[in-house]
């Protein structure tokens, strides 16, 4: 009987100390939240060997601090001849220029002009609205001169974005930027009309946008043909504040998000909720390569989980695992954290230098694959060394359940280390090639 309880004991021990460290966490990340600073960024403390590639070099980073430090001779460089003048900001080329010549006020007849001195400055006109009115002139034209009979010719009116609106394309266009772009609501946009002598109302408004959204759906529809016909797309959900009438209170939907990596386009899905009935409609028709986070709704039969489907998952979420565990435990947390980084030190490598194609195969394979199998192997042997509460336990049982799926992106050439990838300059794909699409 003592051994017994002996052993209840110990397990409600085990269970309350998972239990109190899960509760820590989740107040500590509570506090981050509100108070903390959102930045992932993790410095190793390893030293840096030849075969260790990573992100950041401390050493060489201090090292160089402290050079500049002691640097007290300067060499004077010898300015190319035809050199802009440094200091000022030079303003750009292609920008209007209104040139406004000044003579002096003194009497000039009769001087020679030796040259000029010019200056430039930054200058703005404010957005302006007008009218443009359509005069059509109208012509009697006799088509029987025995009875009389005459026909009106008249100028054809062009074709108004919105039927029988008084909105044209440059104005429809501007609303949709300063909403969508630049996230001005719309009552700011009625001040500023005010301003410019227009007055328009928040309905007028809120029904131009649902005539734009007619125009822009075929455009849509393409889209997100195009991305379903990838072979492989990434995929992610985001929670949003919907308020569909004043009326009514916000309610939480989802955003959906749909990227083919490779044409570098992105399709956004809204839905109601966050069940896989969304993914479903869309990833319909889908083969190819599915690469997510780890919620449970991409493992659905019939979304990652169906024939013809490779679901991969994203590094960056597993690496997000660890970083949170770090304040909790540090030499593990640090050592995940910092063979990870070696990952990506890889993958930075490889775009740095522009590498394809069977290149970028071999350097997965060369470099990354050994790093993703004895660190498989790490977290088998660790997960039975922590409780499965605790930050570390959490971080590191995400990883390895998904440690086949995180791996897959050394694979193919054109898969990515995670969903995570931002692009500075999207494709302009032509709407002709949408549409043919």
Not at 61 to 77: C, D, H, R
Not at 128 to 134: A, D, N, P
Not at 406 to 432: A, H, K, R, V, W
């Amino acid at each position: 009987m003592q051994v017994e309880s002996y052993e209840y004991l110990l397990k409600e021990n085990t269970e309350l100390k998972s239990q109190l460290a899960s509760l820590q966490f989740q107040l500590a990340e509570m506090k981050r939240l509100i108070f903390g600073a959102k930045s992932e960024k993790f410095i190793s403390s390893a030293p840096n060997t030849a075969d260790t590639p990573s992100l950041f070099n401390l050493d060489a980073i201090q090292a160089a601090e402290e050079a500049k430090k002691k640097l007290v001779k300067y060499n004077q460089t010898v300015k190319p001849e035809g050199a802009k003048p440094t200091g000022r900001q030079m303003l750009p080329e292609n920008l209007e220029r209104e040139v406004i010549e000044i003579d002096p006020v003194e009497d000039i007849t009769g001087l020679t002009k030796i040259g000029e001195e010019v200056t430039e400055r930054l200058d703005y006109i404010p957005g302006k609205i007008f009218v443009k009115r359509y005069v059509r002139a109208k012509y009697a034209k006799t088509i029987d001169t025995a009875t009389g009979t005459t026909q009106v010719l008249i100028g054809k009116l062009p074709t108004a974005p919105i039927e029988k609106g008084i909105p044209e394309a440059g104005l429809l266009a501007q609303i949709c930027v300063d909403k969508y772009v630049d996230h001005l609501p719309i009552y700011r946009q009625i001040k500023r009309y005010e301003r410019l002598g227009m007055t328009l109302n928040a309905t007028t408004i809120n029904g131009w946008l649902e005539g734009i959204n007619s125009l822009l759906s075929p455009l849509y529809d393409a889209l997100g043909k195009v991305i379903k016909g990838s072979n492989y797309i990434q995929a992610d959900e985001s929670p949003i504040k919907v308020l569909e009438d004043t009326k009514s209170k916000a309610h939480q939907g989802y955003m959906w998000l749909y990227r083919d990596p490779i044409k570098r386009l992105v399709y956004f899905d809204y839905q109601k909720g966050r069940d896989s009935s969304g993914p479903i409609q869309f990833l319909e028709l889908f083969q190819g390569y599915l690469q997510t986070d780890g919620y449970g709704a991409y493992e659905n039969p019939l979304i990652g989980g169906k024939a013809g489907v490779q679901l991969m998952h994203c590094m960056a979420h597993a690496r997000r695992y660890a970083e949170k565990s770090l304040e909790y435990d540090k030499e593990r947390s640090a050592y995940f954290l910092s063979e990870i980084q070696k990952l990506y030190a890889i993958e930075r490598h490889i775009r740095e230098n522009n590498l394809t194609g069977e290149q970028i195969l071999a350097e997965r394979q060369q470099k990354a694959k050994p790093i993703l199998e004895a660190l498989g192997v790490w977290l088998k042997e660790n997960y039975t060394q922590v409780l499965p509460g605790t930050p570390i336990g959490k971080a590191i049982g995400y990883s390895l359940q998904r440690w086949e799926k995180l791996s897959i992106y050394i694979t193919q050439p054109f898969l990515e280390i995670d969903n995570n990838g931002t692009y500075p300059n999207f494709n302009i794909i032509q709407t002709s090639d949408l549409m043919r699409s």
